[in-house]
């Protein structure tokens, strides 16, 4: 993680949670925050102020198709999220660090916001305090080291599950086939939060 997180004079917070974005805006002060919960809109103000640091949702709930920002092929007629907003921002600010936070943070997930340009990724089960700790003390999740073990069968399930949606192209249906479940149950599980290690 770049020094920069720790100078960072202007903010952007991207979630969809309302309390989330104004606990980030209270304990970023006195730094210049700016919040959204719209990836078109999070675009529009990376473009227009000069950012230094952007914590991004990993799972955004009500956005437009992801085309919209400019994905190309089959993901582009799915809602966008988090990683097409890393991907965005990373391409038209290379210079910005950039921090995925999710409450389902898994390995996988993981690497791929490192392959799309974030700069480490921060856990929701961390109050915002602590998290603004440590993006101060610039150290961020090491995104090369694989989960601790043992971990629970369900936290293995989980991890299989993102590992495999990834490497299909974030394509529920591939996915489901592969993994013989249905859709509707392989977004379910996706959808629910991580399990505990």
Known sequence: MQNMARTASSVLVVDDERAVLNQFANALRPRTVHTTDNVLEAVRIARTHAID?????????????????????????????????????????????????SGGLTWAYSLEARRL?????????????????????????????????????????????????????????RTARILRITRNKLKRRLRDNTPER
């Open 117 to 173: 340009g974030a700069d480490g990724c921060l856990s929701k089960h961390l109050d915002v305090s602590q998290m603004i700790s440590i993006i101060e003390s610039g150290v961020l999740h090491e995104f090369d080291a694989p989960p601790s073990f043992p971990m629970s069968l369900d936290r293995a399930m989980y991890e299989y599950l993102t590992q495999t949606f990834i490497a299909e192209g974030r394509n529920i249906a």
């Open 53 to 101: 640091l952007a914590l991004v949702d990993l799972r955004l709930e009500n956005q437009p198709p992801a085309s919209a920002l400019g994905v190309e092929g089959r993901l582009g007629r799915y809602p966008a999220n988090g990683l097409d907003l890393v991907a965005v921002l990373r391409r038209n600010h290379p210079d910005m660090t950039i921090a995925v936070i």
